[in-house]
């Protein structure tokens, strides 16, 4: 079964920055495509940023390009995402998933809330 536990969220002003990890267990880690997706309360989620299981490759959309670096450590079964130079706009419950790309809700676990405000 997976489990996907993230961490790491906070309130934090504009141009801060945050590091958000999530915990994987239950299915083989380094053989999985992951992704990060985030959702406003009331909206429809949005993909952040995947990247392929080697962790040779990484996608981003455009929004955060420049801004969001995805990574991952295989030998500690976790995803990381870091964020620089935030936004309001970045504001939303942070989940991380499998697959490299799109919305895959039924993987998500435990999500994690980055509030951006001064």
């Known amino acids: 079964e997976v489990q996907l536990q993230a961490s790491g969220g906070g309130l934090v002003q504009p141009g801060g920055s945050l590091r958000l990890s999530c915990a994987a267990s239950?299915?083989?880690?380094?053989?999985?495509?992951m992704s990060w997706v985030r959702q406003v309360p009331g909206k429809l989620p949005e993909w952040v940023s995947g990247?392929?299981?080697?962790?040779?490759?990484?996608y981003y959309t455009d929004s955060v390009k420049g801004r969001f670096i995805i990574s991952r450590d295989n030998a500690k079964r976790t995803l990381y995402l870091q964020m620089n130079n935030l936004k309001p706009e970045d504001t939303a419950v942070y989940y991380c998933?499998?697959?490299?790309?799109?919305?895959?809700?039924?993987?998500w676990g435990q999500g994690t809330l980055v509030t951006v405000s001064s």
């Open positions: 998933q499998t697959g490299h790309a799109g919305i895959r809700r039924g993987s």
């Open positions: 990247i392929r299981s080697g962790g040779t490759r990484t």
């Open positions: 239950g299915f083989t880690f380094d053989t999985y495509d």
